[in-house]
Nanobody, 116 residues
Framework: QLPAFGGGLVQAGGSLRLSCAAS????????KGWFRQAPGKEREFVAANSWSGGSTNYADSVKGRFTISRDNAKNTVYLQMNSLKPEDTAVYYC???????????WGKGTLVTVSS
């Protein structure tokens, strides 16, 4: 339902833009967000925004570097990642739910690898 795209290999300091498009009218009107899971670590929250996009929340580790946005006409959420660091290396997952703090729909992740 929420496949993520846009991952890849990038050098430290570089940028990537992830996207996640829900099919048809699936999960319209839901809050959406991004999570990540690095090798050997638990999944962690990255960013989320409300269905209107008017409210956003970011993990401290990505504030000022990552920007979440959405195009509701396309039922798509994006994650613009700038100034990438090796510690940002992880599989990134898109999620959706009734609230930003209640995500219960998950998609297939995309791998982001940041080389030093």
């Amino acid at each position: 339902q929420l496949p993520a795209f846009g991952g890849g290999l990038v050098q430290a300091g570089g940028s990537l833009r992830l996207s996640c498009a829900a099919s048809g009218h699936t999960l319209r009107g839901y809050a959406k967000g991004w999570f990540r899971q690095a090798p050997g670590k638990e999944r962690e929250f990255v960013a989320a925004n409300s269905w209107s996009g008017g409210s956003t929340n970011y993990a401290d580790s990505v504030k000022g570097r990552f920007t979440i946005s959405r195009d509701n006409a396309k039922n798509t959420v994006y994650l613009q990642m700038n100034s990438l660091k090796p510690e940002d290396t992880a599989v990134y997952y898109c999620a959706a739910g009734p609230r930003m703090d209640d995500m219960n729909y998950w998609g297939k992740g995309t791998l982001v690898t940041v080389s030093s």
